[in-house]
């Protein structure tokens, strides 16, 4: 099965670095394991003769199926059924792994999608992203982005010798491709991606032609190092039963000169054309559209830990935690009503894809970045303290204070083992290192929030909303005047 051959894949002569040392059999590393065994289940799904249809598309009239964050729209249907993929593996995992590659798939697949009309910007283009697209389709490959540059001097650009240094550029051009020098961050699930998909987010002048490039990294390239944040995985599984199996590891990649083949590199040198790609609304609304279905599965979730919890105390009778409670709702139904939007009113693109509407996920991501920090917030407020009296493992109910655990730590309507068994998942949740990297996550995944904001702003067609104003003032000047 496909997740098996996953696994085995990841044995490359890929560099990924953990705690100063050089990772070797990724699967069996107790950083990777549980992570890489809910991946492998997942990519299993595509087997499953029960499960295949929800999340996968059979290939050009083949029996063989792929993700269907591969399939390209033409059709309300077909773009139901890449949001029934997205929602699927979503709830498996409870939302909790953003980049189980169906992002990224979902960009290579806006790319083909547009390639003709993306081929003014490269006469090579439509060659390079058809071939690299039917490659990643077929080989079931793990995709993932690394897009920041160094956050060494935000204060300085790269007229700034120190910050030149350490961008991503090219240093040498040569028949073979490119070869780069410098990093990139924050690449999460890139000990286990086959290939990176590496741009910026800057607009370079055209004096910066070296830093201005879209590339397709294979994680195996000589001179490229996986550089691992600390762990957060906990093997543990009764009492960290998130962190066991969700640590979905951020990095940072080091490029020692790395050589970029030709065929990776999708364009290079000219900053007007790399923003173009990279701002191009098919490829943007596809995979912007997984990130709003995930996040639905994650603020059920978190709204399901909390209604658990307050049952669990009998606090679901008050007023002000019915309120919060009734909160959580509302987040949710507001993230699922913008995603219906964006689907409903999906349009053809130039080529005849059909994409959703950007607005609606745009709003859906910007106002994410505030709604599961409140959640979080809420979560801790119906809890309180029960979060840190809970003991310090299951095994305290088989040792000689059994009867007395059973006693104290009862619930209002569960037993006490149940009730320690939910307290230490939320505690996975709001307290572990997990659970405070994915409020981080959540807040910035999707860029700058202030900025994401101000963009929607920009980008509105606000005198469609300031007409009406004017109009109605003008009516009203003309009718008060006195007659002469």
Same mark, same amino acid.
């Given at each position: 099965? %496909?997740?098996?051959?996953?696994? %085995? $894949? =990841?044995?490359?002569? %890929? #560099?990924?670095?953990?705690?100063?040392? #050089?990772?070797?059999? =990724?699967?069996?590393?107790?950083a990777f394991k549980g992570t890489l065994d809910t991946i492998r289940q997942l990519f299993n799904t595509l087997d499953d003769p029960a499960i295949r249809d929800i999340v996968g598309f059979k290939v050009d009239n083949t029996d063989r199926y792929a993700h269907s964050s591969f399939l390209v729209p033409y059709s309300h249907e077909q773009l139901a059924k890449r949001s029934r993929s997205f929602d699927y593996w979503s709830q498996q995992t409870h939302g909790m792994m953003s980049r189980l590659s169906d992002y990224a798939r979902s960009l290579v697949t806006g790319w083909y999608a547009a390639r003709k009309e993306l081929g003014r910007l490269d006469p090579h283009f439509e060659h390079k992203i058809t071939k690299y697209y039917e490659e990643a389709r077929d080989g079931d490959l793990f995709l993932t982005t690394a897009i920041i540059d160094p956050q060494i001097d935000r204060s300085k650009d790269l007229d700034n010798s120190r910050i030149a240094d350490r961008f991503l550029h090219v240093v040498k051009e040569t028949s073979e491709g490119i070869v780069v020098r410098g990093a990139k961050m924050i690449a999460t699930g890139a000990p286990y991606t086959h290939d990176f998909i590496i741009s910026s987010f800057l607009k370079f002048e055209a004096k910066d032609r070296n830093y201005a490039h879209v590339l397709i990294v294979p994680a195996n390239s000589p001179g490229l190092h996986i550089v691992c944040r600390e762990s957060f995985a906990d093997l543990r599984g009764q009492d960290h039963p998130l962190s066991a199996r969700y640590e979905e590891m951020d990095a940072v990649l080091f490029f020692e000169d790395v050589l970029i083949p030709w065929e990776r590199v999708l364009l290079f040198g000219d900053s007007a054309k790399v923003l173009a790609l990279r701002n191009n609304k098919s490829a943007n609304a596809l995979a912007f559209h997984q990130n709003i279905v995930r996040y639905v599965a994650k603020l059920e979730f978190v709204a399901g830990i909390t209604f658990a919890v307050a049952d669990s105390i009998g606090a679901g009778g008050f007023l002000h935690v019915q309120e919060k409670l009734g909160e959580l709702i509302t987040q949710i139904d507001v993230? /699922?009503?913008?995603?219906?939007? $964006?689907?409903t009113q999906a349009k053809p693109d130039e080529t005849g894809v059909l994409v959703p509407e950007l607005s609606y996920i745009h709003t859906a991501r910007s106002i994410g970045t505030k709604f599961y920090p409140r959640a979080i917030e809420i979560l801790q407020q119906v809890g309180g303290g029960g979060f840190v009296q809970a003991p310090s493992g299951m095994e305290d109910f088989y040792g000689p204070l059994t009867n007395l655990m059973h006693r104290y730590f009862e619930g209002a309507s569960i037993s006490a083992e149940k009730k320690v068994q939910l307290f230490k998942l939320a505690w996975d949740l709001i307290g572990s290192p997990l659970g405070a990297r994915h409020e981080l996550y959540e807040r910035f995944y999707a860029g700058d929030p202030v900025r994401g904001y101000a963009n929607q702003y920009n980008d509105y067609d606000k005198q469609r909303l300031t007409?009406?104003?004017? #109009?109605? =003032? /003008?009516? $009203? $000047?003309k009718n008060s005047r006195t007659p002469m």
């Open positions: 099965m %496909r997740g098996e051959a996953f696994l %085995r $894949s =990841l044995n490359d002569g %890929r #560099q990924v670095w953990l705690e100063g040392v #050089q990772v070797g059999q =990724l699967p069996e590393h107790p993230i /699922k009503a913008l995603v219906i939007a $964006s689907e007409d009406p104003v004017w #109009q109605l =003032l /003008k009516q $009203s $000047s």
